[in-house]
């Protein structure tokens, strides 16, 4: 592939990392603080919300790694490789995480009565792009593996 694509791809995961991570880091905690103001009564709810997003950007940042291995093989040209369904394989199970961290999130602003429409609504967003995410790496997964088999058994034949 092209250096120049695989570079584009780059700096567009890298670009949307680092408007996540500021996001995290400056936006979140203020939004977090406007809301204790606005709505005192959740005020216990900041801390576990805050602690329950942050940790969602660990399956991210895990699957931004692996997306960073991807780009490495296919700049090496090894792209049909064990080494790429594995990573394909790891971002696949992380959108997978992501769903379920976010699943449990509303289900815990259920139990505690917050549930606020919006919110909900990003949620649900987050989790439908996670889930379109796992299926298009699994389809290109298990199409990445024909194409090893198909390179393995070639070479075996010459």
């Known amino acids: ?3 120049w694509k695989v570079n584009i791809l780059r700096m567009s995961v890298i670009l949307i990392s680092i408007i996540i991570l500021c996001l995290c880091i400056f ?3 203020n939004v977090a603080n406007y809301f204790e103001e606005i709505a005192p009564e959740f005020y ?6 805050l602690l329950g997003i942050y940790f969602t950007g660990i399956p991210f940042f895990i699957a931004v790694f692996h997306v960073f291995k991807l780009l490495k093989l296919i700049e090496k040209d090894k792209t049909f ?5 594995q990573s394909l394989g790891i971002i696949s199970k992380c959108s997978i995480a992501e769903i379920i961290l976010y699943f449990i999130g509303i289900i815990y602003l259920y139990v505690n009565e ?6 909900v609504l990003l949620g649900l967003l987050i989790m439908f792009a996670a889930f379109i995410i796992y299926v298009f790496i699994e389809i290109l997964k298990e199409l990445l593996l024909k194409a090893v088999e198909i390179k393995t058994e070639n070479e075996l034949t010459i």
Request: proline share 13%; net charge positive; hydrophobic share 50%.
């Open 1 to 3: 592939m092209k250096s």
């Open 81 to 85: 490789t064990m080494n790429s369904i």
């Open 44 to 49: 216990y709810m900041k801390l576990p919300l």
């Open 27 to 29: 936006w979140l905690p």
């Open 114 to 119: 917050a549930m606020q429409p919006g919110i």
